[in-house]
């Protein structure tokens, strides 16, 4: 299982500013926009976020129009969780950028940091439609269309990912729900097939063997395989989905 701060890794944006004027510089107005932003982007690196969101701002001073401060502060407020304003520069990024599947991506990420899955999925249509092979994307959207019951859209945008996914248990536990909700057996079968195979007897496969029995309604089954986890990890209280969003969500 790849732990979420790898595979949640937010876009940095590099593409350089061009030109004039909007809020009040905190860096010497001897600096270009150019040395501004390589500044940020620097700071940024190092999660110092107040050096880089004064670097950005500084930016725009001279170049409202340069859409990487924008995208760049959207991240900054990602990082500290602050959703209504990572939207708004991120969304002030796609009107200068529309081109930029990084951004629409980040917006995706801002909604399904939320929970708010309905709102994530069109943004991260839009990235899997310019960039099919985008992991991130199509993961992410595949979720989403999971999360609000659109079982056979999901189990479409998932299976391709197979080949690099299918060592990952969540991965195979919503593909297999998904498949099995959609009317597609064969597919189903090969994900639990392949679920059973990589858990190996784990606390967390019998916990997804149990939620995907009370799916089916067999609660007998149901009941011995969240025995078995929590015999095998007494501690085991919930098991999150892949980038954190909880398994109940399906409300499948």
């Known amino acids: 299982m790849k732990p979420l701060s790898r595979l949640l890794a937010f876009v940095l944006f590099a593409f350089p500013p061009g030109a004039e004027a909007q809020t009040a510089p905190a860096q010497p107005p001897t600096a270009s926009p150019q040395q501004l932003f390589q500044q940020g982007e620097a700071a940024l690196k190092k999660n110092n976020l107040d050096v880089a969101e ?3 701002r500084g930016v ?3 170049d409202p129009l340069a859409a990487g401060a924008y995208a760049n502060l959207g991240v900054i407020y990602m990082r ?5 304003q990572a939207v708004e520069m991120l969304q002030q990024a796609e009107q200068l950028a529309p081109q930029v599947p990084g951004i629409r991506l980040n917006i995706g990420l801002v909604y399904y940091r939320q929970n708010n899955f309905r709102a994530a999925v069109a943004p991260f249509e839009s990235v899997v439609h310019n960039v099919p092979d985008s992991y991130q994307a199509r993961y992410l959207l595949g979720l989403c269309y999971f999360f609000t019951e659109r079982y056979a859209a999901a189990a479409g945008v998932l299976e391709p990912l197979w080949p690099q996914a299918s060592n990952q248990l969540n991965y195979l536990y919503v593909l297999g729900i998904s498949a099995g909700k959609s009317a597609r057996p064969e597919l189903e079968q090969r994900a639990f097939g392949r679920l059973v195979e990589t858990g190996q007897d784990s606390a967390e496969l019998h916990l997804l063997l149990g939620k995907a029995h009370i799916n089916r309604e067999e609660y007998d089954d149901a ?3 969240l025995e078995l ?3 095998a990890n007494p501690t085991l209280r919930s098991f999150t989905s892949i980038w954190g969003s909880p398994i109940s969500k399906s409300r499948s």
Request: charged share 35%; net charge positive.
């Open 80 to 84: 500290r969780k602050q959703w209504p």
């Open 60 to 62: 725009l001073v001279q």
């Open 54 to 56: 004064r670097s950005f």
């Open 223 to 225: 009941i011995k395989e």
């Open 229 to 231: 986890a929590a015999k």
